[in-house]
């Protein structure tokens, strides 16, 4: 990899022609969510915003700890996320759950890495977007099944 594509203020907000257009179709459409679209647009934006600077700062400085620290909130959000859409579940299937998602995420991830990827399980580059994308798809397995 030869390192981040730099995005320009004016290209981020090309991304925004594209709110203009879902606003028009909601408006089309007699959907009154204008201010729900709105603000969540706003947090997404104050999200990319922060973990762009965290990831540049881990990218830039990659260290063991940065990296395992990052690795860990990610899995901390996602069962999180997940739990938040199930309240209704006792505290033991809960626990199950949360075990599960790290047990399993945290295997494919060591075994993408070392085995498939041969990198480092440290390396910020192959770790952090694979994670992601694992526990995205975990988050999305456990929550619909």
Sequence with gaps: MTGAAAIGIQRFLVIYLLLLVVLALMKRSKISQ?????TASLRMTVQ???A?????????NPHPLFTAGYLFAMMGFA????????RDLNTGFKIS????????GLAVLVY???AVVNQSLFN?????PLS????GNAMTGVSLG
Excluded: C, D, W
Excluded at 97 to 103: E, K, Q
Excluded at 124 to 128: D, E, G, M, T
């Design 79 to 86: 069962i999180h996320r997940v739990l938040s859409k199930n």
């Design 48 to 50: 990319l915003v922060i």
């Design 52 to 60: 762009g600077f965290l990831l540049t700062y881990i990218f830039e």
């Design 132 to 135: 992601g994308m694992i526990f």
């Design 34 to 38: 204008t201010k729900l679209l709105l």
């Design 124 to 128: 910020p580059q192959y770790v952090i």
């Design 97 to 104: 759950i949360g075990l599960s998602l790290s047990f399993s």
């Design 112 to 114: 993408f890495v070392a």
